[in-house]
Every structure is written in structure tokens, then in C-alpha cells.
């Protein structure tokens, strides 16, 4: 541990461990164990595997972490710090790329960030796989739980490949993690009870505060006072990117100009602008969705808003958990509305589709079966699934492009058919993979490995481009259903999986109105709920609204149980669909999907959101009936009757540019 603390000092500026850095570091490099750090936002994470990077003698440290944005915070400050960081993502030039893995190759690199959807590359696995991993860092760590609130699928790869790589020790880490997403995370990694390294969920310095507030006008009565008595820079969340910009805008009008605004619908450069003139400013504010937030080390922040509630309680945790990072006192707030409530059912009941379509889309996996309704995030989830928990498949990424060096010389069975098929591209090659094994008959796999070779020999310099999951049937994938019967089966099997996860999601959107309203201490509930230390006093912490009233604050969701059947009648006439009832629910709860937009029954239509006030549960038992009633068969939609007109003689010449045409030069006139 020496060389641990000097490490700190000279590299990192700092005098001491803080929290249990020292711990962890200690349990990392002494004794070879792995560990899971759960730190609160700004609480000194990176350095529990940036300093083991450096100690250890041989040996690379692989860091896994979600955001290319937070992937290039890290690596500008190591290498400003001397220390031979970089990263491996998409932004890359080829020749940056190229340069980076000659560098890993060579074993100098000593902290490579990548996302965890590499490790579904080929070439990246097969490099990692010749050099030694003496560390690999899982950067929000919850995502491997599908308790956890931002649950990715990727993420539960990076325990297989761990065990694949034969990677020496592995350290964890997040902000946010209940009991049972800290016993998802060891269970997956192997780390013991003892490994677990936290710290109290409680913050004196933070006063938090619940307003309720039916409408955007009566929250700004109360946040506009709230933001003009500030002592220091300011965040507002908000839910929707739209609300953003109007929210900014109502600000202004009311007296408080030069207002930030930040979502990730604004071009990259713009996104830059705001963070770097936030992180210089001393008292601005910005008005941004949870986009905004991740990698701002901002210690003087006094005031965190949820103009919108947010969808869960790790979400408000590690939001709140950017103010007051220096000690000093800061405000919290949030502001609870009837009327937000459904748009954020809408995220938890968004991804889940019906079991018909998981059945297609299976049968289009096994049988080459018509596609499904399904969003980009159901099926990375369902592949996810068929590849880890069925075994049926491997995630593959086979498309790139090279330049044309010493490879001529290959006389190889596969360089000759790789250069038979690539196409050229001024000074460099293209090639399709997949395209080529089809074409030639030759295994994919060899061809792939061909090129990972030359790149790796210093040959070529690849990239990737026009990039879609693949996937490849393994040996067990023989076992893919392929029957109705066994289609079905494994559907279902999906299907309430994906029911569960859309309750889960709503009961923890119950949660947060729970520990909103709740007769008790905001702190002491958000700490227990964490199942970390209680260290509120014994009288409450003092500042929460129930600390300073005495009472939780009153408040309904005035959620419509009773289905309006003329309002169902409306959706069943302008959507005549009726083998899908939760496609007529989603159109009217106001939840997209692929099949309601290409029906013109989604965003744009009148009726879209019509009924977001009712239970959502209780719109879909209402459609099935009438689904029910047809047999689950679609309706024509009944025929439309021209309403064009006669034009007389003289209107056709006029329209027509010249006379005695009769009505009949008109006719394709009007459609």
C-alpha cells in the first residue's frame, strides 16, 4: 500500500484515502480479490481502480463504462496526469484506432475504456485474449441487475467474458445499488460479503423538499422565488426533451435570463457548450433531462429541482447526489403533478409488447417468420436472453473496412477469397464479411480471423462501418423451437419476464410517491430503502418537509380506473387492428410503437394519449373484450367516399388551359 499512497499523491494531488479507497485498493492488490465500491456521485470511484492500474506490475486494466462523454473525461484527465490512458469507440479515426490497440498489444497501455457492447466484438475479444487483463473496472455496475433502474442487457455479458479472459481480479462500481441489486452484482462476480465496500446514503447538507403543483404555471410560482434566492449555479430536471426548451422559455418570461439548456437531442458540440460554460459559471442554471448530470464534478452546486418527478428512486438518489458536493448547504425539491404521472408509466409500460409479437419474432429467428412489433430495446433484450439464459446464440460484429498493404502477399485460401470480394474505396477496402462467407462458402468465422491477423501483424488499420447486430447460432442453437408448440413455449416464457419488468418499473415509480408522502423522514426512508447505514439522527434530519411541518405532504394521482366506453369507441374507430388489445392501449394510454406509427395512429394522431389517465391495466382488459368480440381478426376500415367535383366545361378550360374539354380532362385534378 505504499506504492498505493505515493501513487495518490504524486499523481493524483492527494494527500489521503478518503472513505474506504484504501480498503478496496488494499483488498485489490494485496490480496487479489474482487470488490464492489458504492460510492454517492463525486465520491471518488475512478480512483479505486485508476491507482490499482498503476501499481500492478504487469498486466492491463480494462475499464467498462456506459458513455463515450464519460469514457473521454477520464482519459483527458490521466493523460494530463502522464498516465497512458485511452479509449476504444466509435468517434475514432482509423488510424487513432489502430494506434490504440498497437499500444495494448504491446502491453504499454495501461487504462483502456471501452462500452460493453465491444465485448460482442470480435476482433476486440480476440485482442483482449493475448494480453494479460490484471484488472477489469465495471462502471455503473447497476446495470447488470434487472432489479436496478437502468437495466442494460450488455452488461450482463462482462461476467462470461471475465471468465473467458481469465481476468485476474475485478472491481465494481456505482452510485446507486439496493440490497438486491448489490447481491445481483456479487453473485455474478464472485465478491464476497467482506468485498463490499459503502458509504452512508445520508447527507446533512441536503435539505430536501416535495411541492405539489397541478400545473407548469403553479410550479413556476414556487420555482421562480426558489431560483432567484440562489447562492450558487442550479439544475432543473425535467422528463421530455420538449419540456426543456418550454421550461427555459416560461423562466425567461418571467425574469430569469440566460437560462441553459441541455438534452440529447441537441448536436454534440451544442451538448459541449452548455456542460463547459455550466462547470465555469458560478450561479447558472440549466434546465436539462437525466442526460445531463454524468461526469459534472461540480462541488458547488446549491439547488437540484425535479420540476418532473422522477421514475425512480436510484434516479433521484444519484441526482440530488450532485448538489452540495463541498458540504455546504443545498436545496432539493420535488414537485409531484397528477398529470406527470402517466408520461412516466408510459417509460416503464413503453418496451413491453404483446406475446403474438414475441412469437413472430421468434418464429422470424428459428423460421425466417414475418417480422414483430417490437422496439430496438425489446429485442436487444430478447437476444440478450435467447444468447445467456438459452444458449442459442453469440452476438458477433463482422462488418469492416481496411487499406491494402502487405496482405497481397498472403496466399492463404482466405486472403484470396477476401480480396476477390472487397471493393474498393479510393486507397482503401471494403468488405462484408457475412456477405462474402455466403457468397464463397467458406466459414465467416476463418475470414474474420483472417483480417484480426493482418490488423494485429500491422498490415491494415480496420474500422467499422454500417454497423447491425449479428448474431450466430451456436452448437446448442440446434435447440432453437422450431415448432409452433416450442415457439409458444419460450414466448410465453419471454413474455412474463417482460410483464415483470414493466411491474417492477411502475412499482418503482410507486416507490418515489411513496417516500414523497410518506408520515416519516425523506432521509431516514431513502436510507433505508438503500439498506445502507442509518446515520439520520434519531429526531429526523431536521430540514425534509416532514422534519419542518410535521406531516408528509397530501397528494392523489387521481388515476381513472373506469374505462369512458365513448372513448374507447373513438380508438376502435380510428384504429381497426383488433389482433393486438395492447396496441389499442398504447395508442390510447399515448406509448408508441413501430406498428402504431407506420398506422398513422401514433404522435400525430388526435387520439393518441387520449386516455392517459385511466389505468393502463384496465385499457388493455377493456380492448381484449373487444378484440374478443371479432375473434381477434382485423376490421376493414370502412371505404372512403369521393367528395370530388364536377367541374363544368368552362372550369376545365380554365384549369385544363384550354377549352371543350369536357369534366373528363379534370379528373386527376382533385384526388
Not at 464472485?190 to 452512508?200: A, S
Not at 437476444?383 to 463482422?398: C, K, N, S, T, V
Amino acid at each position: 500500500m505504499d506504492r498505493a499512497r505515493q501513487v495518490l499523491k504524486d499523481v493524483f494531488g492527494f494527500p489521503a484515502f478518503r472513505l474506504s479507497q484504501g480498503e478496496c485498493i488494499s483488498r485489490l492488490i494485496e490480496k487479489d480479490e474482487n470488490a464492489l465500491v458504492v460510492y454517492p456521485t463525486g465520491g471518488g470511484k475512478s480512483l479505486c481502480y485508476q491507482i490499482p492500474a498503476l501499481c500492478l506490475d504487469s498486466g492491463i486494466t480494462l475499464v467498462i463504462s456506459p458513455l463515450i462523454s464519460l469514457m473521454k473525461d477520464q482519459v483527458d484527465g490521466l493523460v494530463e496526469r502522464k498516465v497512458k490512458a485511452a479509449s476504444l469507440d466509435s468517434t475514432l479515426s482509423a488510424e487513432t484506432s489502430s494506434w490504440v490497440k498497437s499500444e495494448v498489444l504491446s502491453g504499454s497501455m495501461k487504462i483502456l475504456y471501452v462500452a460493453p457492447e465491444r465485448l460482442n466484438n470480435e476482433s476486440f475479444v480476440q485482442m483482449m485474449g493475448q494480453v494479460k487483463i490484471a484488472l477489469l473496472a465495471v462502471d455503473e455496475a447497476h446495470c447488470i441487475s434487472q432489479w436496478g433502474s437502468s437495466f442494460r442487457p450488455e452488461y450482463l455479458k462482462i461476467a462470461r467474458f471475465c471468465e473467458e479472459q481469465d481476468v485476474e481480479r475485478v472491481l465494481c462500481l456505482t452510485a446507486t445499488a439496493t440490497p438486491a441489486v448489490v447481491e445481483d452484482i456479487c453473485k455474478a462476480f464472485l465478491i464476497k460479503k467482506e468485498g463490499v465496500f459503502r458509504t452512508p446514503v445520508f447527507r446533512p447538507n441536503l435539505s430536501l423538499r416535495v411541492e405539489v403543483a397541478e400545473t407548469l404555471d403553479k410550479k413556476l410560482d414556487i420555482l421562480v422565488p426558489l431560483l432567484k434566492s440562489r447562492t450558487g449555479p442550479s439544475i432543473v430536471y425535467v422528463t421530455l426533451q420538449k419540456h426543456a426548451e418550454s421550461v427555459a422559455n416560461a423562466l425567461a418570461a418571467r425574469g430569469i435570463p440566460d437560462i441553459l439548456v441541455y438534452h440529447a437531442g441537441l448536436p454534440a458540440p451544442e451538448r459541449q457548450r452548455v456542460q463547459e460554460t455550466f462547470m465555469r459559471s458560478e450561479d447558472r442554471i440549466v434546465v436539462a433531462t437525466i442526460a445531463f448530470g454524468l461526469g459534472v464534478d461540480k462541488s458547488c452546486i446549491r439547488q437540484v429541482v425535479h420540476l418532473f418527478m422522477p421514475k425512480t428512486l436510484e434516479n433521484y438518489s444519484q441526482e440530488i447526489g450532485r448538489a452540495g458536493r463541498d458540504g455546504q448547504r443545498s436545496e432539493c425539491v420535488m414537485f409531484l403533478a397528477a398529470a406527470d404521472i402517466p408520461i412516466l408509466e408510459g417509460f416503464c409500460r413503453g418496451d413491453t409488447c404483446t406475446e403474438r409479437d414475441l412469437q413472430l419474432w421468434l418464429g422470424e429467428v428459428a423460421l425466417k417468420a414475418p417480422s414483430s412489433d417490437s422496439t430496438s430495446n425489446v429485442l436487444n433484450l430478447c437476444y440478450a436472453q435467447l444468447e445467456l439464459d438459452y444458449g442459442f446464440l453469440r452476438a458477433i460484429q463482422p462488418r469492416g473496412n481496411g487499406e491494402r498493404q502487405s496482405i497481397l502477399n498472403d496466399r492463404s485460401k482466405e486472403a484470396v477469397t477476401i480480396r476477390t470480394y472487397w471493393r474498393s474505396k479510393g486507397e482503401k477496402f471494403e468488405v462484408n464479411v457475412v456477405d462474402v462467407a455466403t457468397q464463397s462458402g467458406m466459414d465467416r468465422s476463418d475470414l474474420a480471423r483472417k483480417i484480426n491477423r493482418w490488423e494485429f501483424d500491422g498490415f491494415i488499420q480496420t474500422k467499422p462501418s454500417q454497423l447491425r447486430s449479428r448474431y450466430l447460432i451456436l452448437p446448442k442453437g440446434d435447440r432453437l423451437p422450431k415448432t409452433p408448440e416450442g415457439i409458444e413455449k419460450v414466448a410465453a416464457q419471454l413474455y412474463q419476464g417482460m410483464k415483470k419488468r414493466e411491474e417492477d418499473g411502475v412499482a418503482k415509480l410507486r416507490e418515489v410517491l411513496q417516500l414523497a408522502t410518506d408520515d416519516e423522514c425523506i432521509p431516514r426512508n431513502l436510507t433505508q430503502y438503500f439498506g445502507g447505514e442509518d446515520t439520520v439522527p434519531e429526531e429526523g434530519c431536521g430540514f425534509c418537509t416532514f422534519c419542518t411541518t410535521g406531516q408528509g405532504v397530501s397528494f392523489s394521482p387521481h388515476t381513472v380506473v373506469q374505462v369512458n366506453k365513448s372513448q374507447v369507441s373513438a380508438i376502435l374507430n380510428a384504429c381497426h387492428e383488433r389482433d393486438d388489445p395492447r396496441l389499442l392501449a398504447r395508442m390510447a394510454f399515448g406509448i408508441t410503437s413501430p406498428r402504431l406509427t407506420a398506422l398513422k395512429c401514433s404522435t400525430s394522431h388526435p387520439l393518441f394519449g387520449s386516455m392517459v389517465n385511466t389505468d393502463f391495466n384496465a385499457l388493455v382488459e377493456a380492448f381484449d373484450a373487444e378484440c374478443a368480440k371479432v375473434n381477434y381478426q382485423g376490421t376493414m376500415p370502412p371505404p372512403i367516399v369521393s367528395k370530388k367535383r364536377a367541374y363544368s366545361q368552362t372550369t376545365s378550360a380554365t384549369r385544363g388551359g384550354r377549352a371543350g374539354g369536357g369534366s373528363g380532362s379534370a379528373k386527376r385534378g382533385r384526388r
